[in-house]
């Protein structure tokens, strides 16, 4: 099998050929967004929107008043955001590899140097050549009280990423433990004495001790690739580029918690992302980037005052006029939350990230220098989360029917119309996801349709300013039950229950068949199913924890009977006067 170093040499650089040759603007990873199957599907997709919209834009067709403007209100959110992600979607096909990139990747290492200092089978020695100028970087590894063996496999495959670096270990847990992991493996290590700023107070304190021109950050359970440096350094080549950001992708897809918070963003990863780029809109995601440390410097630093350091980062950069890249290639990979408490505490910090720049840093507004289309994109960031809120709006439209007999439509339209052109939005919605993700996830449905009161609570603090505590998606602790951080689902449920059974009820005395009775009990379904996925979480945690324990006494019996037995083995050297030092 020919190794990188046997690649390096024969592969033929392509940039030295001169001849004039059509290069393909489309980028390798994006097949799929360059499918004209996908783009049918975005099409129509899109005016089934538009039907719907004019459906409920008809004075014809509205109900009553309250019905009528919790689903408009609602559905323009909805439908605003899909509209606007198919018009990015769209424009993914773009590549951001140009000559230059390609130029400067086929000329990032010395090959007579290599043989020189005899490194051809270490890759991690390759001293990174820019423009033709060596040049430095750090691997930043941001650290909060993760287990030992998780940091352990990160560091160790950051050590051995190709191209020269030097690896550091940002402690923000204290842990003499992963001080002692750092030394053992030959990383450097960074400890400072207070948290401020979060994850990114940690990293511009490194900045103050590290010098690289670039540096590259991972959260710790995030483990590189050996080609992260090849494959994203040769676009500092252009010198407005800020960052370079790669996809998060995951490796525990185990349960249905892991599941549904993986795919909901692989969506975003693979064709939303890449269309920001056409746009200069791509932002960094926190992990899994590579910056220009001049670039930092000249605003400040990694943004401190919100726990979304990396959107805002990101805006920042913008504003001043850099640039950045997104590339779809997985170069990292990660774990996705896998319980409740984990899935609750992550999309809270992002969200309410983003409800801070919405009501804080108007995206729209003239004072912004941005261009109109990172106007948008910015704006779409920052009021993405109203869509997880949205859910509940429409979840209260069926009690307000079956309880007071208010309908948000036309009575005198047929539940046929009606399901007509909803489902002109709806059903090509689930067609689209169908296509993009392979098959269709409930995981996704599930979880986007019961995380509303973690939205609602995240635009609360960001409207009071109340301060986000910082919690690291994969930390292990001890157990601590899912329903403590779903006490509003649980509630939501029990309500949606006894509506349902009231509905039926009506329905068996009047004879006739409502669509308020399938919409509620839909809902409660759907809640029903998160309220099950807690319930299974709970008991795995509950014997984990109890096996965690009896392995624990096991451990403690046996220390203190080791203690017993060296104890009884003095006094029998006591007794004889045998030193205790002695042979034996």
């Not at 439209?397 to 489902?423: H, K, Q, R």
């Amino acid at each position: 099998m020919a190794t990188t170093f046997d690649r390096l040499i024969l592969e033929p650089r392509r940039t030295d050929d001169t001849r004039d040759r059509p290069r393909s603007t489309r980028s390798p990873e994006n097949e799929a967004t360059q499918s004209p199957s996908l783009v049918l599907l975005v099409l129509l997709a899109a005016a089934g929107i538009v039907i719907y919209a004019v459906f409920l834009l008809n004075p014809g067709n509205r109900g009553d008043f309250l019905p009528y403007v919790l689903v408009m209100l609602a559905e323009t959110i909805l439908i605003t955001h899909a509209l606007l992600a198919m018009w990015t979607v769209l424009s993914a096909a773009w590549n951001p590899r140009g000559f230059t990139f390609h130029h400067s990747q086929e000329r990032l290492y010395d090959l007579a140097e290599i043989i020189r200092d005899g490194a051809e089978d270490e890759p991690w020695r390759w001293q990174i050549y820019l423009e033709d100028r060596p040049v430095t970087v750090d691997v930043f590894i941001t650290t909060y009280g993760e287990d030992l063996e998780t940091i352990r496999r990160t560091v160790s495959a950051a050590l051995h990423i190709q191209g020269r670096h030097n690896t550091w270990v940002l402690d923000d847990g204290r842990s003499d433990d992963v001080r002692d992991l750092a030394a053992e493996l030959g990383a450097r290590y960074v400890r400072r004495l207070s948290s401020g700023g979060a994850k990114a107070g940690n990293i511009n304190h490194a900045m103050s001790l590290a010098k690289g021109e670039y540096f590259a950050v991972f959260d710790a359970d995030f483990v590189p690739l050996p080609a992260f440096l090849h494959e994203t350094l040769p676009f500092f080549a252009t010198a407005d580029v800020a960052f370079v950001q790669t996809p998060q992708t995951y490796g525990n897809y185990d349960n249905v918690i892991s599941r549904g918070a993986g795919y909901m963003q692989a969506v975003f990863y693979r064709y939303v992302q890449p269309g920001r780029n056409r746009f200069n809109a791509a932002f960094c995601v926190g992990t899994n980037v590579i910056y220009r440390r001049a670039a930092v410097d000249a605003i400040g630093g990694i943004y401190t005052d919100s726990k979304s350091e990396d959107v805002w980062t990101s805006l920042m950069l913008h504003e001043r006029g850099w640039r950045t890249v997104y590339i779809p290639t997985t170069l990292a990979v990660g774990d996705t939350p896998e319980t409740v408490e984990a899935y609750t505490k992550q999309q809270l910090r992002w969200a309410t990230g983003g409800f801070e720049i919405m009501l804080t840093h108007n995206p729209l507004s003239r004072k912004r220098n941005l261009t109109m289309d990172q106007r948008i994109q910015y704006f779409v960031t920052a009021t993405h989360y109203l869509t997880g809120i949205a859910p509940l709006l429409l979840l209260l439209v069926p009690p307000l029917e079956i309880y007071f007999d208010l309908s948000p439509m036309n009575l005198t339209m047929t539940p046929a119309t009606w399901a007509m052109y909803y489902a002109g939005f709806y059903v090509m919605q689930i067609l689209l996801a169908f296509y993009t993700l392979g098959s269709f996830r409930w995981e996704v449905l599930l979880l986007a349709s019961v995380s509303f009161p973690i939205y609602v609570r995240a635009l609360v603090n960001a409207v009071l300013r109340r301060e986000q505590a910082w919690h690291v998606t994969g930390r292990k602790g001890a157990y601590r039950s899912p329903f403590a951080f779903m006490q509003p689902q649980v509630l939501v449920f029990q309500f949606l229950l006894i509506t349902t059974a009231v509905a039926a009820w009506k329905t068996y005395s009047s004879g006739v068949f409502t669509l308020a009775l399938a919409w509620n009990a839909t809902n409660t379904l759907i809640l029903g199913g998160f309220i099950v996925t807690a319930w299974r979480e709970g008991r795995r945690g509950r014997a984990e924890a109890r096996a965690r324990e009896r392995a624990l006494a096991t451990h403690d019996q046996a220390a203190a009977d080791l203690a017993d037995d060296a104890a009884l083995l003095e006094l029998e050297q006591a007794g004889t006067g045998t030193p205790s030092s002695a042979p034996r």
